[in-house]
Structures are given as C-alpha cells and as structure tokens.
C-alpha cells in the first residue's frame, strides 16, 4: 500500500469512525488496517486517533491533517474527473432554463440541431421570465440576457443583445418621429413590465457620450411579454424598446422602424450561465460550445440590420 492508500485508510477511518468498516472498504483486515495507520503515525511523528477500547476519535492534530488531507484527495479526484469529461461522450438529461421569447424565436431551433448531434443527450427545458435559482431549483444551466446578479455562477457570453425603440411606419407618420429622449413625453409607448423600473427607458445623454438620462415613459399598453409588445408595436400601438432577437426580422422588412438610435446604449448580452462546479460535464459543456458556436459575435438576428449602429 503507497502513501496515497494509506491518506485513503486514514480519511475512511476519521470518517467512519471505526477500523473495521475502513478495512472492509478497502478489502484489509482489521490488524492490517490499524498497522497501516500506526505507521503512518510513526512516520508524521504524531497521533492522529484517541484510541479506546469502544471508541475512536481524532486528536487536534488528527483534525487538522484530516482537513488538509480531504482537499488534497478531493482535488485529485476531482482533476481525474475532468480529465475522463473532457473525452466522454455528451449524455443524460440536460435541464435548462431560458427566456420566453428567445426560447421559442431561437433556442428551440437550436436544440433540434443540438439533438441531432447527440443523441444520447435530452433536453428539459423551462421557458419563462422569471428569475430561477439554478441551485435550489436542480438546474444544469440557464440561458441569461442583460446584467448579470449571480456571482455564483460561472458565465460565458454567447452573443452581442442589442435593444432598439422602434414603432411602426404608420404610427410615426400619424405621430411624428421623436429626434431626441425628450420628445418620448409625446408619445405612446408600449411598456415592458418584467423590469425593475418599467416606465424609465435610460438613453446616452448625447450622441456617442457615456453618461446616460433616464426619461419617464407612459402608455396604453403594459405587457410581461416582449413578443405581445412587437404585435401591437407593429399595430400601430405606440414605441417599443425591445431586443433586436424579437425585432430584428420586422426591422429587416421594414415592418417596424428604429428611432433614437444615436441615443442607444451600448449592447447588453446573451450569456449561458451555470453553477461553478469544480468540473463542467460534457453535455453542459457541449451545448454552451454549440450555442456559442451558432449565435456568435454578430448574431443572424442582426446581420441584415445595415441601418442600426453598434452599440
């Protein structure tokens, strides 16, 4: 037995409290087991057990070499773990959580190709807006737009999330075209609700400067939905701030128009977040790979915006 058996024998000792059922699990005797420790007592020159004839415990130097030694056995399985990941084939059930709109606009397509590829992998997907807790709720990963608050959590950007106000060609001829922040006190706006502060839509001061205006917005129509807000945006219903992954096809048709467009913030982003496990697995790991791989710095949802600046 090496030094790394015997680090072995002296954790399932300290844990289990007992020699015999160490030595069972790793197939020694009792005496061969009690050796094994004695001598590596002998060797660090310390006790490490209280011995009695009905019980056992740690000394306090026990404790302490009992802490060192588990990171040390925990890390080293941990790093065979990642290895063996790295070269495993993608499998299991992948349960994911994403936004509603870009879920069904574009992860749904996604998946279907992700499928393809592995088979052996399935999918449980939740679409919803609302905030989950990755952790508490038994989640792989998510799929996250915008600021980031889980500093928990490990990101990976997998796409520039560029947000435009755009209305109709009809309602901004009947309207008129606001040229500045402060001309939205003039118009119907259609409102957002799953935000912190629905009404302020927040803008650069002037074009191309980083200090930025909050403007106070009102409407007919408050939505929790971004996609409901692009059909009565395309109805004539007022202005609308939404991400170019739920308008970005209208913009190209010509359905909807963006307004204010100097005045935009810099783009957010799509990110795949998941909790910082010490080793990713290969089915978490292959799918962030291939969403990067599909969305990418320039998104298709944006390609054809020749009229939009970056933000």
């Excluded at 990713?280 to 990418?296: C, E, I």
Aim: net charge neutral.
């Amino acid at each position: 037995m090496d030094r790394l058996e015997d680090l072995r024998l002296f954790t399932l000792v300290a844990e289990g409290r007992s020699f015999t059922r160490a030595a069972d699990r790793l197939g020694l005797s009792k005496s061969a087991a009690s050796r094994r420790i004695g001598e590596l007592e002998t060797r660090l020159g310390a006790r490490l057990f209280n011995r009695t004839t009905r019980h056992i415990s740690l000394t306090q130097v026990g404790e302490g070499f009992y802490q060192r030694v588990s990171q040390i056995l925990d890390a080293l399985e941990d790093a065979e773990r990642s290895v063996a990941s790295q070269h495993a084939a993608p499998r299991g059930v992948l349960k994911l959580a994403a936004p509603m709109s870009f879920g069904i606009k574009h992860l749904a397509d996604a998946i279907g190709r992700f499928m393809e590829l592995y088979p052996e992998v399935e999918i449980d997907m939740d679409l919803s807006d609302r905030f989950v807790d990755l952790v508490e709720e038994g989640y792989d990963m998510a799929v996250r737009i915008g600021r980031l608050k889980d500093s928990s959590l490990v990101a990976r950007k997998l796409c520039p999330a560029r947000v435009v106000i755009c209305a109709s060609p009809t309602y901004l001829s009947r309207h008129g075209t606001p040229q500045v922040p402060a001309d939205l006190a003039g118009h119907s706006c259609l409102i957002y609700t799953n935000t912190q502060a629905p009404e302020q839509w927040v803008f650069r001061a002037s074009p191309g400067s980083e200090e930025t205006r909050s403007i106070r917005i009102t409407g007919r129509l408050r939505a929790n939905n971004g996609d409901a807000l692009r059909e009565a945006a395309i109805a004539g219903q007022g202005l609308v701030q939404l991400p170019t992954f739920i308008v970005g096809e209208d913009l190209s048709r010509g359905k909807l128009l963006p307004v204010l467009d100097d005045f935009a913030l810099s783009q957010s982003a799509v990110h795949a977040v998941y909790p910082a496990n010490r080793h990713l697995s290969p089915k978490v790991r292959a799918f962030v790979d291939f969403l990067a791989g599909r969305f990418g710095p320039v998104p298709y949802w944006d390609a054809g915006l020749t009229l939009l600046k970056g933000g």
